[in-house]
């Protein structure tokens, strides 16, 4: 009887499964990764442009401090090398990320940390040096005084392989307690360490953040980051309803073919779907005889985890460059038409949790399919400190900030994302070839051409009768359409005619583009 009320208590609350729950105010829908950015840039882009285009919210570089790499110069992936949990990084200064928080919050977008939890620096990060925060460390007596953590913290006892690194990700120990690329593994089964790392994101939430990225969750054993979980606040009640739990996204590569599988992850949050990305490359590329029609029961039924424990995303800014898992199927803003269809698709698509990403430009050097320049980081200063983002008149951003969220097709699909909010999936039809059609109940919908030849049918779309704005070619403006109008006659119906040879050959209208 006390469980039963307990647990109708915990409902009321809503605390069941709000560490699934992302908070999004006013009906958002997706989250943006802002990689690399500037706190400083966070905050006017959220204030300018992610609160007015409806943008739920943004995921952040690693906030804690970080070792900083000369070789080779300054790489993004510096970031990834904590030294401890002060908030100095490449980004900004604590002030700024503390600033930051609060002016996205201001204005109902959400700040999700990715937060480095199951390792410090490389093995071979050296003796004497300082931090970003210049914090002094020592990677080869394991000392990290500004935690402080000692030799007594790290898991290299646990290791039984003779580099002390993971070989064989077949072997479910060496994943969890052996060093991830020679990067120094914390032992998360101390309690001294559960600690630090609970304090560490705890100062995260009461700074205001909606929840956490948590970078290598497969090289952590479930049951040590669940008690880590259990020690976390709830969200800070300036911003967020008394109780909320933070959003946990763990990344768990499961592309399939290794022991460790994402679902043991289910009970403590959401994970990265990496499969997601892997195989909608695979269908928009048209690889391996796949083809659109087969989405038809995109979701579960390919496979992917359930719904509801889903982050998914097109590319990240891993994959995007041939790092962690996905391969050469993974489309990026390199390919920038596919990758239009891509984060379409994903937009109009019920399922999952949605994470657009947002990159910088570099110079790409592949040789043997491999990017010898897959180190380069963020536009950068001669000194190594990033640029700001710089905006364009006509709304892009400059100086190799690619800005995908600002693509006029990819931040109008955010948007119908939020007006089709918890309608089902309906009006499905496909030509068997790579032409497809889908609603969102009443509220949306949205016809792909990714065949070599015309699309020209008569499709029933569940819309009320009117004219709509395409927001792919352009969007309502006024009493006006700055791209095509599309009519539904009376009964539902509308004529759709897309060339294969249109940059954007696909159409979307919803609820809110109707005339
Ligand atoms: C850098 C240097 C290293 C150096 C190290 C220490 O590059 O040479 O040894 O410093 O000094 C990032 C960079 C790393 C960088 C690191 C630290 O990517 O290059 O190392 O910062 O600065 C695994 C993990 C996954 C991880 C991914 C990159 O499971 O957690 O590798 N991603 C996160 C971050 C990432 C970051 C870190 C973790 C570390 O997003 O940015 O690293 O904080 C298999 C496994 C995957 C595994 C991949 C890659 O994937 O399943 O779990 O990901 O291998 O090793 C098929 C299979 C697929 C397989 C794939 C590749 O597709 O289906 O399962 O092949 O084999």
Excluded at 254 to 262: K, Q
Excluded at 370 to 380: L, M, T, V, Y
Aim: glycine share 10%.
């Amino acid at each position: 009887m006390m469980r039963m009320q307990l647990l109708v208590l915990a409902a009321i609350l809503g605390l069941s499964s709000a560490q699934y729950d992302p908070h999004f105010k006013n009906g958002r829908t997706s989250i943006v990764h802002l990689f690399e950015w500037r706190w400083e840039d966070i905050a006017l882009e959220c204030e300018r442009y992610l609160a007015p285009n409806g943008f739920g919210g943004v995921q952040i570089s690693p906030p804690n401090e970080h070792i900083v790499l000369d070789y080779p110069w300054r790489p993004w992936y510096q970031r990834y090398q904590p030294i401890g949990y002060n908030l100095c990084s490449r980004s900004g200064t604590e002030a700024e990320l503390i600033n930051m928080v609060e002016r996205c919050n201001n204005v109902g977008v959400n700040v999700y940390a990715d937060v480095v939890i199951n390792h410090m620096c490389g093995a071979g990060g050296g003796e004497g040096r300082h931090s970003s925060c210049g914090s002094y460390f020592s990677a080869t007596r394991l000392d990290f005084p500004t935690v402080p953590y000692s030799n007594l913290d790290f898991n290299d006892g646990k290791c039984s392989t003779g580099s002390g690194n993971i070989e064989n990700y077949q072997d479910i120990y060496q994943v969890r307690d052996c060093r991830l690329v020679g990067l120094l593994d914390l032992a998360l089964e101390k309690d001294y360490v559960r600690g630090k790392l609970a304090d560490y994101l705890n100062k995260l939430i009461d700074i205001g953040f909606a929840g956490f990225r948590v970078d290598a969750s497969k090289h952590m054993w479930p049951g040590d980051l669940d008690v880590v979980y259990s020690r976390l606040n709830t969200l800070n009640t300036r911003w967020f309803q008394g109780g909320a739990k933070p959003l946990i996204f763990q990344e768990v590569i499961d592309l399939g073919g290794e022991p460790i599988t994402a679902s043991e992850y289910f009970g403590l949050g959401r994970v990265t779907e990496f499969k997601y990305g892997a195989k909608l490359g695979t269908v928009i590329r048209r690889w391996n005889g796949e083809k659109m029609s087969y989405l038809s029961n995109w979701g579960e039924g390919w496979a992917l985890v359930p719904s509801d424990r889903a982050l998914v995303f097109v590319d990240n800014h891993d994959n995007q460059r041939g790092h962690g898992a996905g391969g050469a199927s993974i489309i990026t803003f390199w390919d920038s038409r596919l990758y239009k269809i891509a984060i379409g698709f994903m937009l109009a698509h019920p399922y999952g949790l949605t994470r657009v990403m947002s990159s910088y430009r570099w110079n790409r050097n592949i040789v043997n399919g491999a990017d010898q320049n897959d180190w380069i980081g963020p536009p950068s200063y001669s000194d190594g400190t990033t640029k700001p983002v710089s905006i364009n008149p006509d709304t892009t951003c400059g100086d190799d900030w690619v800005c995908e969220h600002r693509w006029r097709q990819i931040r109008n699909m955010v948007i119908f994302r939020n007006v089709v909010n918890g309608q089902p999936f309906s009006n499905w039809w496909d030509n068997g070839n790579n032409q497809v059609a889908f609603g969102r109940g009443n509220r949306g919908f949205v016809v792909f051409n990714n065949d070599d030849w015309n699309l020209d049918v008569t499709l029933d779309t569940g819309m009320p009768g009117g004219t709509y704005c395409d927001v792919i070619s352009g969007q309502k403006e006024g009493n006006s359409c700055t791209g095509k109008q599309i009519t539904v006659s009376s009964d539902g119906k509308v004529h759709f005619s897309i060339s294969n040879v249109e940059e954007d050959p696909f159409v979307a209208i919803h609820a809110d583009s109707k005339l």
